[in-house]
């Protein structure tokens, strides 16, 4: 599967973006999608994610309650939907797609990913 993620831009602390990753090859479907960022000289971190049944969610603590996952089948996309937004959520932005793992479960280490994006840059200004 072939991941093209986009939505990515400078936004005033407080503001909101949606992220979104088309994808191509293969159907979502088949697939547990996560989003990852990745912050100048820090690691690539697990943001959020939706399971291969599209039933389950999983956020990371920093943007529980602030960012929202989800999907569309039809459009073989998957968004990330950022609102109230800090400084701190400045990073690089990847999507992922995995295959491990049971129907209702999110993996959230980076090894659980084979398949990635190229990442969108989200700049957030103080």
């Known amino acids: 599967v072939q991941l093209q993620a986009s939505g990515g831009g400078l936004v005033q602390a407080g503001g909101s973006l949606r992220l979104s990753c088309a994808a191509s090859g293969r159907t979502l479907s088949n697939y547990a999608m996560g989003w990852f960022r990745q912050a100048p000289g820090k690691e690539r971190e697990f943001v959020a994610g939706?399971?291969?049944?599209?039933?389950?969610?999983y956020y990371a603590d920093s943007v529980k309650g602030r960012f929202t996952c989800s999907r569309d089948i039809a459009k073989n996309t998957v968004y990330l939907q950022m609102n109230s937004l800090k400084p701190e959520d400045t990073a690089v932005y990847y999507c992922?797609?995995?295959?491990?793992?049971?129907?209702?479960?999110?993996?959230?280490?980076?090894?659980?990913?084979?398949?990635w994006g190229q990442g969108t840059l989200v700049t957030v200004s103080s």
């Open positions: 939706i399971s291969w049944d599209g039933g389950s969610t």
């Open positions: 992922a797609a995995s295959a491990s793992g049971t129907y209702s479960y999110v993996p959230r280490r980076t090894d659980s990913y084979a398949y």
